[in-house]
Structures are given as structure tokens and as C-alpha cells.
């Protein structure tokens, strides 16, 4: 299925997306200066040690076993607002953020457009304009390993990278780049962010080759990378292929503003659903982080609920037609973060609540928050972690001990904390 767009992207929200799980891209198109807006799955604000450092901070605080039997007893004495006050020491600040990395500038003659087209079984964004009388091509692509931009045409062409983050160095087309150790929230914006420190760095290179063609590619290495080692068994095409749902007949090339006056229903549900899939496919995949709230792009320092995991329900929505889908494949970077939330959960457990098992509250990062959120302000939820693992754990295909992935849901991480609802005001 290929979708069309008739110009060039005015905004971010206009820009389409292309990507492998780990690198994600934002496509603007255009002649003259336009932009390509990249992401790396593995970039995020914090550290590895975050979640146990907020841990230990917040039990110093006194929150822990103790402070939950005083909240019991509040309780049962019907002194609810004590008991909320004594609640809000449980929680820590906020989960990380998932960052905006480079942008690529490039900048060709002016000209004109003839739209954009994203082909979904491809992952390809092909753009057509004509320039100085010419037809120039531009195609941009997420391969297993780069972000590829090839243009067609007899026309001069001006790389440039830039990024919103800090740079530590730059030679030519080639930068490393320090990644905060903390960002709050936009709903926090009396928090600075982003900080930086002695966090992660991230190296972006961008190779330029030019014969009959140019042809750029774009690759990233960060210091988190390591984090996520899952290996990816299928390519892009082969997981776009392997379902298809199709209502009525369907058009070679889909026209967007047509589609989107509403008046072919069947067509709407068509494209709905594999554009639903080819989001999965390209922003999870093994080997790097679920797809967050934004899937893997967000061009925002501080973007909406920090583009992280909210597990309360958006996370489990992303992978709700995985497996139907037959993306299972794609379901694997969720495993991977359960398996990290089974470990920090399980000290949050016993530490806060004097449990076994583990529990995630709902919000986590890709560090494997899992405390509860809201600096003391906010409700708390302790059962996103098990409603994640159910989802999960139920799937076709897993068990709970997977000879690929070991004990995944061993006696530890086998089921979250049961916390009894006496401690919980939500």
C-alpha cells in the first residue's frame, strides 16, 4: 500500500515516519533547505543507576514497610487524609525522557514539489521535484543498520547535521553528543531540563558518496546500545508481508486529503490497519527499546509525558495486535523491559512495601523505572506492572519459561507485588 501526500510537510505532525526499531526518522520533504528529523531508540535522559538511586532516596525519606503499616492504620481508623499524606512520601520524582537526536539538513536548488509518497510494505518515502527543468528524486529509507537518503538528478547538494542536544565534538559530518542525565517532564516546568553531567554519549556519522547519484547514510552508536541484545530475525518487507487485511478494493496509490474527507469508510479501515502495523514494524524492533508513547520519534526536548512508557494502558495498547498481527517479532522489546522492570520492581517491592514479587507503577522509562511518579502530588498506581505482564504472559507463543529468554516469569518476576489495596489511593 502506498499512501500520498501532495506537498511537503509544514510541521512536525506533517512529516512522515520512517524507521527499524533503533533509528527512527521524521521526513519533511521540499526543495530548497529541508529536514530530516532523526531519532535513536536508546536515547534517553538518566542513567543506569537511576531508578535504585531515587529508590534509596526515597526509603531515606522514610517511606518503606513501617510508614505502609501507619497507612494501614490511618486507614482503618478513618483518617483517609492522613493516610493520602503519608502515601505521597512512596513516591518518587518522574520516569526519563525519551530525546530528539540529530537533524539532516539538506539543502538543493529551488524548485518545486510534487508531493510525498510513503510506501508501507517498503518503508520508503519517495519525493519528486522539478528543478531548473528537471525531475530530481529523492528516496529515504530506514536499512537494518543506517537511515539511507539517495537523490537522483544532475543538481548540487549541501549536507548539514545539527543537533538540539550538547555537542562534545564535531568533525565534518561527524559528531558525539552528551546525553542528560535528567529531564523532567513538561508537566514539571518547574524543573530544569534538561541537566547534563557525566551521563551517556551518543556518535552520529553521516557518509556522503556521489557518482551517477548521492547517497547519504546516517548511522549511531550510543553507550546504552548494549543495554538491548536481543537480535532481530526478519526485515522490514517480511513483516509487512506476512498479514494483510483488506476492506473492498483498494487503490494503487492512496490519496491522504481524499482519504481523509471520510467518505470511503472501507478504505479508511483498510489503510488504518496497515498503517497501525507499519508504525509496530518500524519503531520495534529486537535489539532496542519498545516503541514509546511517540513510537521511536519525538523532535521535543521536553515532549508530551516525556515520550516515555505509561503503563497504566498506552504501552499495552501499542502491542495489543502484535501477535494477532503476526508481529511477534516486534511484541520482543517489550519482553526485554519487562525482564528489566522484574529486576528494579522487585527491589521497589521489597523495599517500599515489604513484598515479594515485584511491581511497576505507571510510568517507566527505558532504565526500567519502576516507583511511583509525581513528587509527592500525584495518585499512585501499583498494578500497571502486572497488567503489562498478564498481557504479555499470555500471548501465543510464551510461556513462562522460555528456553530463548530463560526464566521470564520466574518466582521473582512471576507475577508483580500483590500490594494490598489498603495502601493504594488509585
Not at 508513547?293 to 508530551?304: F, H, K, S, Y
Request: charge should be negative; proline fraction near 6%.
Amino acid at each position: 500500500m502506498r499512501l500520498h501526500w501532495p506537498s511537503a510537510a509544514a510541521e512536525w505532525t506533517e512529516a512522515l515516519p520512517v524507521g527499524n526499531g533503533r533509528l527512527g526518522a521524521m521526513v519533511f520533504g521540499g526543495a530548497g533547505r529541508s529536514r530530516v528529523q532523526v531519532n535513536d531508540a536508546t536515547v534517553w535522559s538518566g542513567t543506569a543507576d537511576g531508578p535504585s538511586t531515587a529508590l534509596a532516596d526515597v526509603v531515606a525519606a522514610g517511606a518503606g514497610p513501617g510508614r505502609l503499616a501507619q497507612v494501614r492504620e490511618a486507614i482503618f481508623s478513618g483518617d483517609l487524609q492522613r493516610a493520602t499524606s503519608l502515601l505521597m512520601s512512596f513516591e518518587g520524582p518522574y520516569s526519563q525522557t525519551f530525546l530528539p537526536y540529530v537533524d539532516l539538513w539538506i539543502t538543493l536548488p529551488e524548485g518545486e514539489s510534487h508531493g510525498r509518497t510513503l510506501d508501507l510494505s517498503t518503508g520508503v518515502v519517495t519525493e519528486r521535484l522539478t528543478i531548473d527543468g528537471s525531475e530530481v528524486v529523492r528516496r529515504v529509507w530506514a536499512s537494518e543498520t543506517a537511515l539511507c537518503v539517495e537523490i537522483t538528478g544532475a543538481v548540487p547538494v549541501e549536507v548539514e547535521l545539527t543537533t538540539p542536544l550538547r555537542e562534545v565534538s564535531r568533525d565534518g559530518l561527524n559528531l558525539v553528543i552528551d546525553i542528560p542525565v535528567d529531564s523532567a517532564p513538561k508537566h514539571e516546568p518547574q524543573v530544569e531540563a534538561p541537566v547534563y553531567g557525566s551521563g551517556e554519549r551518543g556518535t552520529v556519522s553521516v557518509e556522503v558518496e556521489n557518482g551517477d547519484r548521492w547517497l547519504l547514510t546516517l548511522t549511531s552508536s550510543t553507550t546504552t546500545e548494549m543495554l538491548w541484545q536481543s537480535r532481530r530475525k526478519s526485515d522490514h518487507a517480511t513483516l509487512m508481508d506476512a498479514c494483510d487485511v483488506r476492506f473492498g478494493d483498494l487503490p494503487d496509490l492512496v490519496d491522504v486529503p481524499e482519504l481523509l474527507s471520510g467518505k470511503d469508510e472501507q478504505l479508511i479501515a483498510s489503510v488504518l490497519f496497515a498503517f497501525g502495523r507499519y508504525l509496530l514494524v518500524s519503531s520495534s524492533r529486537p535489539g532496542a527499546p519498545p516503541a514509546n508513547l511517540q513510537g521511536i520519534w519525538n523532535g521535543e526536548l521536553r515532549p508530551a509525558w516525556s515520550s516515555n512508557y505509561t503503563i497504566n494502558i498506552n504501552t499495552q495498547m501499542n502491542y495489543w495486535a502484535a501477535e494477532v498481527t503476526a508481529l511477534a517479532e516486534c511484541h520482543e522489546p517489550l519482553l526485554e523491559l519487562l525482564e528489566k522492570l522484574a529486576v528494579t520492581g522487585s527491589d521497589v517491592a521489597r523495599e517500599l512495601y515489604g513484598a515479594r514479587g515485584w511491581v511497576a507503577h505507571h510510568n517507566t522509562d527505558a532504565w526500567g523505572w519502576s516507583l511511583p511518579v509525581g513528587m509527592g502530588r500525584a495518585r499512585r498506581r501499583g498494578r500497571s506492572g502486572r497488567w503489562a505482564a498478564r498481557g504479555s504472559s499470555s500471548t501465543p507463543g510464551t510461556t513462562t519459561t522460555s528456553p530463548e529468554r530463560g526464566p521470564l516469569w520466574s518466582e521473582r518476576g512471576r507475577c508483580c507485588a500483590a500490594v494490598p489495596s489498603s495502601a493504594s489511593t488509585g
